[in-house]
Nanobody
Framework: QVHLVESGGGLVQAGGSLRLSCAASGRIVSMETMAWYRQAPGKQRELVARLTSSGNTNYADSVKGRFTIVRDNARNTVHLQMNSLKPEDTAVYYC?????????WGQGTQVTVSS
């Protein structure tokens, strides 16, 4: 069974940066297309960044140029570097593979951006 643990969230002022981490056990993330998702209060979960097994990346228009998804194969971890944060980035952030069925969802990590 795959276990995902997200970390690195917190409270930051607008314009600040955070680096999220997603540690996976039970499956090698380099073999998967992994993604970071977020869910704001009252909204549906949305995909913000995707990283394929071959290293290609895709980003939601709302985060393009500000967020970067990378993979640390040695630690079986996926990171999301978030720069120039905006209040509208406030959400719980999750990682998972894109392929269906997804892995069991982790607890997520809260990101709060103050104006």
């Amino acid at each position: 069974q795959v276990h995902l643990v997200e970390s690195g969230g917190g409270l930051v002022q607008a314009g600040g940066s955070l680096r999220l981490s997603c540690a996976a056990s039970g499956r090698i993330v380099s073999m998967e297309t992994m993604a970071w998702y977020r869910q704001a209060p009252g909204k549906q979960r949305e995909l913000v960044a995707r990283l394929t097994s071959s290293g290609n990346t895709n980003y939601a228009d709302s985060v393009k140029g500000r967020f970067t998804i990378v993979r640390d194969n040695a630690r079986n971890t996926v990171h999301l570097q978030m720069n120039s944060l905006k209040p509208e980035d406030t959400a719980v952030y999750y990682c998972n593979r894109v392929t269906s069925p997804t892995f069991a969802w982790g607890q997520g990590t809260q990101v709060t951006v103050s104006s």
